[in-house]
């Protein structure tokens, strides 16, 4: 045992020990801390432990760890959720994850709530997910690995120990019967495509924002949040594009959308709000439209189908009445291309192609549009546009 004294003059009592041909030195405290005596007595207890040839710093590292392990037992499930769900919020893109994680783990994991973490075992998840594992696939499959995920957590806080309980493969998996994926999913009610200029008609008489929106979502195949939250700096009127930045896509990747005419005239009768620059502002403090507003219109209509649906229409549409390729269409709803090998080769998101589908789309969900795209391949009234462009502070397209 020798007394360390650093350059800035701290003082510490160092015990040196040989293991194995290992020269090591454990640290037994600061002196203003520990006196002499004590220093010579954990000393002491290390010799005996190395007369039993265990290593003294392995042996104290592992009954720290035992001792926080202890601590850790009145750590809840229910606090480890809290914890994990806060420690993630800056990574989830929705605002509504949070909620929604917090809601699915106390609702579907009462029990375990006040259970300590590190005494929840295989039986207690089983318990969780055999309640809803028939009857609520989808929801079921999300909350094993919800909380496969809060457990996995506590493991690496150091409040639990051993195998995940909540692990699928070669665990769970042998235990609960397989849901296959296309039983699990539940597609979006959707309006067949046949009906969507019935559809189309009748929305146009719809008055509110919402309406405005919910045309403009069918006429460019996007997601109802991506409409949503669209601002007039996204929206080039004169290239007639509208380009979505990566941090609103599901795919995390910017996706530029053609304006057909008859979107850009969904834009025309939209007043542009000050003090906001959102496309579809709410008319409550000119804040974000709800997603449940779109669906409100809709259900207002008495038609059983969402907003959502309308990518489904679209894309059945293309697939049935059109010759255009599968990628072309893909493109338009910014999905990614399943064969990896076809993405790897496809880097382009063929713009001028979904340009022209994008416009017969318009002309097919427009009742009185001209069907042929050639014939409407610029603004049908053309002084309609730059007196819409005028008022945005724009120039008039140039012909």
Not at 3 to 10: F, P, R, S
Not at 40 to 46: D, F, G, K, L, M
Not at 251 to 267: D, F, G, I, N
Request: with cysteine; charged share 25%.
């Amino acid at each position: 045992m020798i007394l360390q004294v650093t350059a800035t003059g701290a003082r510490t009592w160092i015990f040196r020990f040989d293991l194995k041909g290992r020269r090591r030195e454990m640290g037994l405290g600061p002196t203003h801390t520990i006196g002499l005596a004590q220093a010579r007595e954990a000393a002491r207890q290390a010799r005996l432990l190395l007369m039993e040839g265990i290593d003294p710093i392995e042996a104290r590292n592992a009954i720290r760890k035992q001792r926080e392990l202890e601590q850790a037992t009145a750590l809840t499930f229910g606090q480890c959720c809290e914890r994990y769900i806060e420690s993630q919020k800056a990574s989830w893109k929705n605002a509504k994850s949070a909620s929604q994680w917090t809601n699915t783990l106390a609702t579907y994991c009462a029990k375990l709530q006040d259970r300590p973490v590190a005494q929840v075992t295989r039986d207690d998840v089983l318990e969780c997910l055999n309640a809803i594992w028939t009857d609520k696939q989808e929801t079921a499959s999300r909350l094993r690995g919800r909380i496969e995920s809060v457990l996995d957590w506590a493991t690496v806080q150091g409040y639990r120990e051993g195998e995940n309980p909540a692990r699928w493969k070669g665990n769970l998996s042998l235990l609960l019967p397989t849901i296959s994926k296309t039983r699990r999913v539940q597609h979006h009610k959707a309006v067949p495509w046949s009906e969507v200029r019935n559809f189309m008609t009748r929305l146009r008489e719809e008055p509110g924002i919402a309406s405005r929106a919910l045309e403009f979502v069918i006429l460019t195949a996007c997601r109802s949040g991506e409409a949503r939250l669209a601002t007039w700096d996204e929206i080039d009127l004169e290239k007639r594009l509208w380009t979505i930045p990566a941090a609103r896509m599901k795919m995390s990747r910017e996706h530029r959308v053609p304006l057909s005419t008859q979107a850009l005239e969904v834009l025309k009768t939209v007043p542009r709000i000050v003090g906001t620059n959102l496309v579809f502002p709410s008319n409550r403090g000119h804040k974000t439209l709800s997603d449940m507003a779109l669906t409100a219109v809709m259900r207002r209509m008495d038609v059983d189908a969402v907003p959502h649906g309308f990518r489904s229409t679209f894309r059945d549409w293309a697939g049935e009445t059109t010759t255009y390729p599968r990628e072309v269409c893909e493109h338009a709803l910014a999905h990614k291309l399943a064969d990896g090998v076809e993405a790897a080769y496809q880097r382009g998101d063929m713009l001028k192609k979904r340009q022209a589908m994008m416009q017969d789309w318009g002309n097919y969900v427009v009742a009185n549009s001209s069907r042929s795209p050639s014939e409407r391949g610029g603004p049908p009234n053309p002084s309609m546009l730059d007196d819409f462009l005028i008022s945005q502070g724009k120039a008039p397209l140039q012909r």
